[in-house]
């Protein structure tokens, strides 16, 4: 009779730990809202929930890329917008220059605008994004144009290829250019050496040599309204790229929480049920152990 009285006590304090601990679970579920506490609580679902996380973590990578690209092509957009501003001024500047009743003191005047204008063009093209010259290719700690010692602007110093940023795992978009492109493209003369030279045309009143430089400029104009329609295109593109992030960023976060987060009203139910069993097998000891040695005989 001691072996039944005893394995009945022992089983009974084995349901007491048991249902201590079930109730002990529920509580934590209910307090953190979270289903799983410890991987064996449900390892198929806390391995699916790692995954989704990690997937989130990529994402969110991928999002604060294509924030960067943003503001960098931002940043080319502005610069381009104002070389188009100071191209129109240049070619109405150049067109009042022409008149044939001008004085010499006239002439000299629309030189030195042209002279500030090449300046304003020469900033453009040197501007720089977080110590990144944007207008350098991948040469990107050097200015793409340099005066020297006279104030003569130097040939492109950059390199002809574009640094680019992974928004994606198998996409990237360019966030630099080849200032070369735009300054010379498949003209003999880079665009400040056209600027020296209509200058220099308008200044004598040559009119050979102020139509050549009116040329320069148009063409000047055109691969600048190129460049800045690629941007274009590209920062309409990183606008639907970073919204398709953002929409299976969510749509992850979403599978996650089906797999971690807790229903409140289901986890408060089971924590009922857990604290009337945990209720039920702390009577059952009590009860076990009121029972006398005659209640075994009988």
């Known amino acids: 009779m001691r072996v039944t009285f005893g394995s009945s006590y022992r089983n009974g304090l084995a349901d007491i730990t048991r249902t201590a601990e079930e109730l002990a679970r529920r509580q934590r579920e209910v307090s953190s809202l979270q289903r799983m506490q410890v991987p064996s609580d449900d390892p198929s679902a806390m391995a699916a929930a790692i995954g989704e996380r990690s997937e989130m973590r990529v994402y969110d990578q991928y999002l604060r890329a294509t924030d960067s690209v943003d503001s960098r092509l931002d940043v080319i957009d502005s610069a381009l917008s104002d070389m188009l501003r100071n191209l129109t001024a240049a070619q109405s500047t150049v067109a009042a220059s022409q008149a044939s009743f001008l004085t010499q003191a006239q002439r000299e005047a629309y030189a030195l605008q042209l002279g500030g204008i090449r300046d304003a063009i020469l900033s453009d093209l040197n501007i720089k994004y977080r110590d990144t010259y ?87 104009f055109e ?64 009860a076990t152990s009121r029972l006398s040695l005659f209640d075994y005989l009988t």
Request: negative net charge; hydrophobic residues 40%.
């Open 134 to 220: 944007m207008f350098s290719g991948t040469a990107a700690d050097q200015a793409p144009y340099e005066r020297n010692a006279a104030g003569v602007v130097q040939a492109y110093a950059g390199d002809h290829q574009q640094m680019a940023i992974d928004v994606a795992r198998t996409s990237s978009v360019e966030v630099t250019i080849d200032g070369s492109v735009i300054a010379q493209g498949s003209d003999p003369d880079d665009l400040f050496k056209v600027f020296d030279d209509l200058i220099t045309a308008v200044r004598a009143g040559d009119s050979t040599g102020i139509a050549a430089g009116m040329a320069g400029l148009d063409r000047a």
């Open 223 to 286: 691969r600048t309204t190129n460049a800045q329609s690629r941007v274009g295109n590209a920062l309409r593109t990183i606008e639907d790229h970073k919204a398709r992030l953002g929409d299976m960023r969510r749509a992850s976060d979403a599978h996650r929480s089906t797999l971690e987060d807790a229903n409140l009203a289901e986890a408060i139910s089971g924590m009922q049920r857990a604290d009337a069993a945990h209720q039920a097998a702390i009577s059952a000891v009590a």
